[in-house]
Antibody, heavy 120, light 106 residues
Framework: QVQLVQSGAEVKQPGASLNVSCKASGYTFSAYALHWVRQAPGQRLEWMGWINGGNINTKFSPKFQDRVTFSRDTSANTAYMELTGLKSEDTAVYFC?????????????WGQGSLVIVSS | SFDLTQPPSVSVSPGQTVSVTCSGNNLGNKYVSWYQQKPGQSPVVVIYHDDKRPAGIPDRISGSNSGNTATLTISGTQAVDEADYFCQAWDTSFVVFGGGTKLTVL
């Protein structure tokens, strides 16, 4: 079965960088794009961007494009998200989600989420 | 930028029908997905491509999209339907989520 397993919770200092991993299993990793979505406590889902399946194209939300990097290691079936210059407002649960090949391209599988707290 | 607007909350009595709306400029020209999220859990897609249900989603959950508004409808609402619901659409290569609607089953 398809699974996305993310790295664990972290506490970060303001100004530090965040690295979250998303290990995929149960499907052909390179065939699907992966998206990153975050959710601040009690807030809406906020799309950060995506990384394509095979050719490592990326697309970022304008809000994050100066601070975020996506990468993937196809040999390890793992995607990574790095967010730099952390601020308290970056405190959130970070999700990876697989983009379906179905029409409309919904996110059909989600990781369990990685809680990140930014605090001094 | 393209925005999606949802009511913050709706409530319904068990067994009744409830609709959650999602509004955006010419939203009917885009494909809309809906996600259900329960406290402490990851979102789950319940409707995609405006009105398609993934396997395992009960047929009392349905969707439509026309003009500027997409609608998620739950008929015969049950206590298990109590959750936050988010609409989502693609704006060219970008993804947009609505603000979410908290569904309370009274």
């Amino acid at each position: 079965q398809v699974q996305l397993v993310q790295s664990g919770a972290e506490v970060k200092q303001p100004g530090a960088s965040l690295n979250v991993s998303c290990k995929a299993s149960g499907y052909t990793f390179s065939a699907y794009a992966l998206h990153w979505v975050r959710q601040a406590p009690g807030q809406r889902l906020e799309w950060m961007g995506w990384i394509n399946g095979g050719n490592i194209n990326t697309k970022f939300s304008p809000k994050f494009q100066d601070r975020v990097t996506f990468s993937r290691d196809t040999s390890a079936n793992t995607a990574y998200m790095e967010l730099t210059g952390l601020k308290s407002e970056d405190t959130a649960v970070y999700f990876c989600a697989r983009e379906s090949l179905d029409r409309g391209r919904p996110f059909d599988y989600w990781g369990q989420g990685s809680l990140v707290i930014v605090s001094s | 930028s393209f925005d999606l607007t949802q009511p913050p909350s709706v409530s319904v009595s068990p067994g009744q029908t409830v609709s959650v709306t999602c509004s955006g400029n010419n939203l009917g020209n885009k494909y809309v997905s809906w996600y259900q999220q329960k406290p402490g859990q990851s979102p789950v897609v319940v409707i995609y491509h405006d009105d398609k249900r993934p396997a395992g989603i009960p047929d009392r959950i349905s969707g439509s999209n026309s003009g500027n508004t997409a609608t998620l409808t739950i008929s015969g609402t049950q206590a298990v339907d109590e959750a936050d619901y988010f609409c989502q659409a693609w704006d060219t290569s970008f993804v947009v989520f609505g603000g979410g609607t908290k569904l309370t089953v009274l």
